[in-house]
């Protein structure tokens, strides 16, 4: 008899609402149990509202009993996501299992995190402490944001992909990295990391999938841009003090005059910049701009700041964030991922400003993400009134809503805000 194929790298997902941490742990692993039909679970990701914050130990005993967790991770959160649906500022736990054969995990804690160090130095620190090889295909990075420092952590980490980060000489990047920053608390030792029996309010931590596994990632930061590229002309720290050659506060002034009554009212939700990534472009577009809030403007002196540092030579564009291009971002990013093999299940971090206030309606990243690669609707199907349920559509997801996201945009990886990040596992 011929041997039967090997069980390929398997996601399931689990989303509990109960109000008893105990009780809801356990559902939402049994949930995530049976989706991965028996199989091993190497790394489960669980996600918990901030009720639960102080419960997560127990929450950990409890899952480490339902699926016998090679790797158990758990980050704190003001909302989360399972499956397609989202829990905002209520009692939840969320669970995604991943079966993942073949694929090394290695756990790691970031005990210090200082700026005293070159970026060289940082990035080979950071390669040494998340275990970076040529077989790294993913990092799942995860932080408390009041202890660590990511205007120096990010692009370390980002250097740490490249085998000069290892002190290898010059390379290519190798694999990506994705996550966020825990967002159940507005206060220091408010946040909770848990990883493989270890229980921490700061610092950061994480995984890093390495071998054979392919992790594709969707960053949709759901905005468009306004008016035309300038180039800063005077700068200094996170001040742009000339567009051009003019005073900043007059250039965006005249861009926001010219737009439409309709453009103005979306600037209620704020008005961004977008920093083009990759000058040597003619022409610039989606993913080509890294996006940050406009903080505010100086008529005395012309200067506006912006919340990144930022220097003379650099081109910029005014984007505006609205609910309606956000969806069109995320659904383009997806169809393009329809191109490749249906993903075993993702994990997403999303933005805590998208939710149910600002697109109007309740789990759109969670239901986009998770139903992005169903099959096309025939016209009977179509035609029905109401919402067609099937538990069984859909891709696994699980994640949260973060207090900033980290994910690439081309070579490089990035902090950022009113964003979706998405990894996507396939098999090699």
């Known amino acids: 008899m011929p041997t039967p194929p090997k069980a390929g790298i398997r996601l399931g997902d689990g989303l509990s609402a109960l109000a008893d941490p ?3 742990a356990r559902q939402a692993s049994e949930r995530a149990f049976d989706r991965l039909d028996g199989l091993r679970a190497d ?3 669980v996600t918990v509202t901030a009720p639960f914050a102080a419960r997560v130990g127990m929450i950990a005993d409890i899952v480490r009993e339902s699926l016998s967790p090679g790797n158990l991770l758990i980050v704190t959160a003001s909302s989360i996501m399972g499956g397609s649906t989202e829990i905002h500022g209520k009692p939840g736990i969320s669970v995604l299992a991943m079966h993942l054969p073949g694929v090394d995990i290695h756990p790691f804690w970031f005990d210090h995190i200082t700026g005293v160090e070159t970026l060289e130095t940082r990035a080979a620190n950071i390669a040494y402490t998340i275990g970076a090889s040529d077989r790294m295909r993913a990092v799942l990075f995860f932080a408390d ?3 660590v420092p990511l205007v120096t952590m990010v692009p370390a980490l980002s250097a740490s992909r490249t085998e000069i980060a290892s002190k290898r000489g010059p390379g290519t990047p190798i694999g990506t990295i994705i996550g966020g920053m825990a967002s159940a608390s507005n206060r220091p030792m408010g946040n909770t990391l848990y990883l493989n029996g270890e229980l921490r309010n700061e610092g950061a931590m994480g995984v890093t999938l390495s071998g054979p596994l392919r992790v594709d990632t969707v960053v949709s930061q759901g905005c468009r841009p306004i008016g035309e590229p300038v180039i800063i ?5 996170n001040l742009i003090l000339e567009l051009g050659g003019r005073r ?14 309709e453009d103005k009212q979306l600037m209620g939700n704020g008005l961004l910049l977008g920093r083009v990534i990759h000058a040597h472009k003619e022409r610039y577009g989606r993913g080509d701009f890294l996006i940050r809030n406009i903080m505010g403007g100086d008529e005395d002196s012309g200067a506006v700041a912006v919340a990144d540092i930022i220097r ?24 393009g991922q329809r191109l490749y093999d249906k993903p075993a299940g993702a994990f997403v971090v999303s933005c805590n400003g998208r939710t149910d206030k600002f697109f109007g309606e309740d789990g759109y990243d969670a239901r986009a993400i998770a139903h992005a690669f169903d099959p096309e609707e025939d016209g009977a199907r179509k035609a029905k009134s109401g919402i067609e349920v099937d538990p069984s559509a859909g891709i696994p997801v699980g994640g949260f809503f973060a207090a900033g996201e980290i994910g690439p945009l081309g070579n490089e990886i990035f902090h950022h805000g009113h964003t979706v990040v998405a990894a996507l596992f396939r098999d090699a």
């Open 145 to 147: 944001p009041f202890s």
């Open 43 to 45: 790394l489960v990701i």
């Open 22 to 24: 105990v009780l809801g």
């Open 312 to 335: 003379a030579g650099q081109t910029v564009q005014l984007h505006l964030h609205d609910a309606q291009t956000a969806r069109e971002d995320l659904q383009l990013l997806l169809d």
């Open 248 to 261: 900043a506060v007059d250039v965006i002034r005249e861009t926001v005059h010219m737009l439409s009554d």
């Open 233 to 237: 002309t005077k700068a200094r720290g």
